[in-house]
């Protein structure tokens, strides 16, 4: 139950059961949705009913047809899908996703606070030098009995904790071949050290502050001998004896760590996210903090912070921005929990950490935590690029049969055909734009802004081009084929296909909001391809096949008028294109800010 893949096996449930902030949002505004459409078809019904005399069979047909137009079935199956998509692909390249909110979170990120010790460097330190009151003693050289009696003691008590820098001195210890005594009475303090009776002499183990606090003597001597150490990037682990309540400093064990190579190049890629802050969080000496700082090129360094601190300092950040945490001990799980979004290292992560945070990164390679932001923004584009799919293709619905109602003709398309559009025509498409991959400009985008809406006016603004000329397409059709006085179930059947062939012009517009559909080419979504294949084949079965064109009110429609309905659905990929070609312009010509 405690193994790796257990625990992998519980995170993707948590994920699959954690719904997205658009899931919720669409859970929430369906309720009224409906509550709308049902007050919508109701009127529909009653009032040619009641005041104009229609008959019931009539009326009640009429508004079944706009309940059935209303009703946004792909949008319902296809959003989960999208994010499940995405939680699955992220797994797939080494980040667990603890549910869809943090996916869609990540998208938002425009501030970076990252662990040092373990996460910013390899979490691998090494004891270099022994500071006493003597002077510095290189670990390599022989060491003096009194120093070595000093290792032993601090790596007795260190051998009761987890903190890596605990680890290398009991490492340290054990290459030397000295034994080390039973510590008892062990006490720890969270961030800041911690002590035990080691034979008759009471020792404490830890940072710095915990020995200014406590007055220890000796203290100011061994903190001038270890300036230019920490300069260098080294962590002090202070040593110190206790008798009743008076501490004395008796030595500086010196660690180096190694800083990540990636590191040097992730603040450059932060920032080019769009990221406008990269922060360190350390619990270590100011001096080694501002060293690693300097060399991981960060913009803001917080040093010797205890866990509360930490927790502080995060609390703060977010009055700024959308704050990711990246940690891997146990006293980086507060600040994780409390971020937005927390990531924890796979590998060099505690449990405590990996419990806390909302990612893991299973290989503990930054170049994954980049891609988790960029995995964010794609799966929030292609959520965007669902709805303006599905509310342009169910607007087209609605004007076509409202338009043909208003201007005294028949209903252009019977209840079932648009049932098939919402489900066939569109489910084919829908499932498979969600699978659409990057557009390439992800990384280079700014965050997306927290509380901005899910329909923005970007996309408002493509709605205005897309709705108005696939409805005037369609109804202009069916208005024209009716004057040439053809049958009226041929007439509808080719209206149904136009509407139906606009919506495979919309899946393609919908894949970028500036990129030239023709110039994206078929092949770049191998999914979306195959569902305009399939799209295609049961479209030509709904017209053609005796069955289905007695369940579907269908008849076939001559090869001629086929490639004509195609010629004319096509204006809504040549409106879109015309749009995106002034996006790019304007794109091109916007003044640019150094």
């Known amino acids: 139950e405690d193994s790796a893949l257990a625990r992998m096996v519980k995170l993707v449930a948590e994920a699959q059961a954690e719904k997205s902030g658009t899931q919720r949002f669409l859970e929430k505004a369906e309720q009224y949705y409906a509550m709308g459409v049902i007050g919508f078809t109701i009127g529909v019904f009653l009032v040619p009913y009641l005041f104009q005399s229609e008959s019931f069979g009539t009326a009640f047909y009429r508004a079944m047809t706009i309940m ?15 994010v499940l998509s995405a939680i699955g692909g992220a797994a797939r390249r080494g980040i667990l996703i603890k549910g869809g909110s943090h996916l869609e979170t990540a998208s938002k990120i425009d ?68 034994t080390l005594p039973e510590a008892t009475d062990f006490q720890s303090t969270a961030g800041k050290g911690a002590e035990a009776t080691i034979e008759t002499t009471r020792y404490l183990v830890g940072s710095e502050r915990l020995f200014r606090e406590l007055n220890a003597s000796g ?41 990540r190579p990636a590191a040097r190049q992730l603040a450059d890629e932060l920032h080019r996210l769009g990221v406008k802050k990269v922060v360190m969080l350390t619990g270590d000496q100011r001096l080694v903090a501002e060293a690693i700082a300097l060399e991981a090129k960060v913009d803001e360094v917080h040093a010797e912070l205890l866990p509360e601190d930490k927790l502080n300092v995060i609390r703060q950040l977010k009055l700024e921005g959308t704050v990711m945490m990246i940690g891997d001990g146990v006293n980086d799980a507060p600040a994780l929990a409390r971020a937005d ?31 988790a932001v960029e995995q964010g923004r794609l799966v929030y584009g292609n959520i965007q690029k669902l709805l303006l799919f599905l509310f342009a293709t169910s607007l087209d619905e609605v004007i076509v049969l409202l338009g ?61 081009v897309m709705v108005p000329t696939s409805a005037a397409a369609t109804l202009g059709y069916f208005i024209w084929r009716l004057s040439t006085g053809a ?61 289905m064109n007695r369940l579907f009110h269908t008849v076939p429609i001559s090869p001629t008028h086929f490639f004509l309905i195609g010629a004319v659905a096509s204006s809504v990929l040549w409106a879109e294109e015309i749009r995106k070609w002034f996006a790019r312009r304007k794109i091109k010509n916007a003044p640019r800010i150094e």
């Open 68 to 82: 059935v137009v209303d009703s946004p079935c792909a949008l319902i199956i296809s959003t989960p899908a999208t």
């Open 111 to 178: 501030i970076v606070a990252i662990d040092k010790t373990g996460t910013l460097t390899v979490g691998k330190p090494s004891l270099t030098e022994i500071v006493t009151a003597g002077g510095v003693h290189e670990i390599t050289a022989p060491l003096p009995a009194a120093v070595t009696a000093l290792l032993r003691a601090a790596a007795a008590l260190e051998a009761k904790s987890e903190h890596p820098l605990a680890h290398a001195i009991v490492k340290s210890a054990e290459a030397l071949g000295i």
């Open 404 to 464: 043909a109602l208003l201007f005294g003709y028949p209903l252009p398309l019977a209840a079932v055909q648009i049932l098939w559009i919402n489900l066939i025509t569109e489910g084919t498409l829908t499932i498979n734009l969600v699978m659409e991959g990057p557009e390439g400009d992800e990384m280079t985008r700014k965050p997306i802004r927290t509380g901005e809406p899910l329909i923005t006016r970007a996309i408002l603004r493509r709605m205005a």
């Open 487 to 547: 049958p009226f179930a041929v007439v509808q059947t080719e209206t149904f296909t136009l509407l139906a062939v606009c919506q495979w012009f919309n899946a393609l517009n919908c894949e970028s909001a500036t990129r030239s559909a023709l110039r994206l080419g078929l092949l770049r979504n191998r999914w979306l391809l195959g569902g305009l294949v399939l799209a295609n084949l049961l479209q030509l079965a709904v017209i053609y096949t005796a069955p």
């Open 341 to 371: 979004v927390g990531v924890a290292m796979g590998i060099t992560g505690t449990e405590v950490a990996k419990e806390a945070a909302k990612i893991v990164i299973t290989d503990d390679n930054f170049a994954t935590i980049v891609s």
């Open 219 to 259: 203290a100011a001597s061994l903190a001038a001998i270890s300036q230019p150490l920490q300069a260098k990037g080294k962590t002090c682990v202070w040593l110190g004896t206790r008798v009743g309540d008076d501490v004395t400093a008796q030595a500086l064990l010196v660690m180096a760590d190694t800083i």
